[in-house]
C-alpha cells in the first residue's frame, strides 16, 4: 500500500513539474510576443507623419488641379504653352502621390506579415525545445552487462 501512495505522490509531482515547465514557456512566449507588438507599435507611430504629408499632398494636387481649370476657362491669363506645363506638374505630383499611397499600404500590411513570421518562428523554437526536452530518458541497462566484482 505504501508503494502505491509513493507512486502516486511521484506521479503528482512528476505533473506538477511540467506544469511549471509549461507554464514558465507560456511566460516567455508572452513577453517575447509583447515586445514584437511593442516594436511594431513604435513602427506605425514612424507612419503617421507620413499619413499626414500624403493628405498634405492631396489637398495641393487636388487645389492645383482647381486652379488649373479656373485658369484654362480664362485663356487671357496663361497661354495653352505654360497651362500644359502645370497640368505636368500635376499630373508629376499625382504619380508621387500615388507612389507615397503605395508605400504606405505595403507598410501597413507589414505588421500582420512580421507578426505571423514572429509568431510562427517563436512557435517553432518552443516547440523545438519541448521536443528536446520530452526525449529525455534514463538510459537503458543492457542485460548482458555484469557489475564488474573485485
Known sequence: MKTVKN????MINATLILVAICLFFLWRLSDTAERVVA?????????QPLETKVDGLRTEVANLRSDLAAISLDSTSLTAQATERLQTRA???????EG????????????????????SDVA??????????AS???PE???????VSE
Open 91 to 97: 499630373n508629376a505630383l499625382q504619380l508621387e502621390l
Open 141 to 147: 541497462s543492457t542485460p548482458d552487462a555484469s557489475p
Open 7 to 10: 507512486l502516486l505522490v511521484a
Open 124 to 133: 517553432t523554437r518552443v516547440s523545438g525545445r519541448i521536443g528536446t526536452i
Open 136 to 138: 529525455c530518458y534514463a
Open 100 to 119: 507615397i499611397n503605395s508605400n504606405l499600404a505595403r507598410l501597413a500590411d507589414t505588421p500582420e506579415t512580421l507578426m505571423q513570421a514572429a509568431l
Open 39 to 47: 516594436s511594431f507599435a513604435q513602427n506605425l507611430q514612424i507612419v
